[in-house]
């Protein structure tokens, strides 16, 4: 059974700083992965998608990468901005596209 | 527009209850979810639905019964509500073959059992 583990829980860094949250996942058998962010009271907004057969996507100051075979993505966030803070969730999509698997998020908090 | 929406966004309800959540998606999707959010914050499929047929169904009380009267809804209806389904569920759809299956997510239902 997959499982997604994100480290860490809750990072809180000055604004200005570049940043990386990491995520890893038990079974290597994906079809995709995908990075949401979620802010409080909020649903979920998806911001990058990366499929099984790519390495890395990138949106603005976004940066996800991905290593299927050692089970590991992560992502970048550059220049952080206080308007960064919320949860980032990672989520793996099954080999049948049907059913995504979440981690436990990282909450981040960028202060001014 | 609203891609997903669900109604209602709030509720609360006494236990032994029976309630309902709503959802409908506007995109054209085949294929339809229900995930619940705890209260530490992990989300967990409960079902999914491609064109109206149940295709995964999670460790979820029989309590909880999804119903998809067509691909553009799914909705959940819960029996004899206990305090611990006092959780957020969120309703989601994507395409099946579409570029990664990417997923969209409704707001959120906060539903609270006293």
């Known amino acids: 059974k997959q499982e997604v583990t994100q480290i860490p829980a809750a990072l809180s860094v000055p604004e200005g700083e570049n940043l990386v949250l990491n995520c890893s996942f038990t079974?290597?058998?994906?079809?995709?992965l995908q990075w949401f962010r979620q802010d409080p009271g909020k649903g979920l907004t998806s911001l990058l998608l990366?499929?099984?057969?790519?390495r890395e996507q990138t949106s603005g100051r976004l940066n996800a990468s991905l290593d299927k075979s050692s089970g590991r993505s992560t992502l970048y966030i550059a220049a952080s901005q206080p308007g960064d803070s919320a949860t980032y969730l990672c989520?793996?999509?099954?080999?049948?596209?049907?059913?995504?698997?979440f981690g436990g998020g990282t909450r981040l908090m960028v202060k001014p | 527009d609203t891609a997903v929406s669900q109604t209602p966004k709030y509720l609360v309800t006494q236990m032994g209850n029976d309630k309902s959540i709503k959802c409908e998606q506007n995109?054209?999707?085949?294929?339809m979810y229900w995930y619940k959010q705890d209260s530490k914050k992990f989300l967990k499929i409960m079902f999914s639905?491609?064109?109206?047929?149940?295709?995964i169904n999670e460790t979820v009380p029989n309590r909880f019964s999804p119903k998809s009267p067509d691909k553009a809804h799914l909705n959940l209806h819960i029996n004899s509500l206990e305090l611990g389904d006092s959780a957020v569920y969120f309703c989601?759809?994507?395409?099946?073959?579409?570029?990664?299956?990417?997923?969209?997510f409704g707001e959120g239902s906060w539903l609270t059992v006293v």
């Open positions: 639905y491609n064109n109206k047929e149940l295709i």
């Open positions: 990366i499929q099984s057969s790519q």
């Open positions: 989601a759809s994507s395409q099946t073959g579409s570029y990664g299956n990417t997923i969209y």
């Open positions: 079974d290597s058998a994906i079809y995709n």
């Open positions: 995109l054209g999707h085949d294929t």
């Open positions: 989520a793996v999509v099954n080999n049948a596209g049907n059913m995504l698997t």
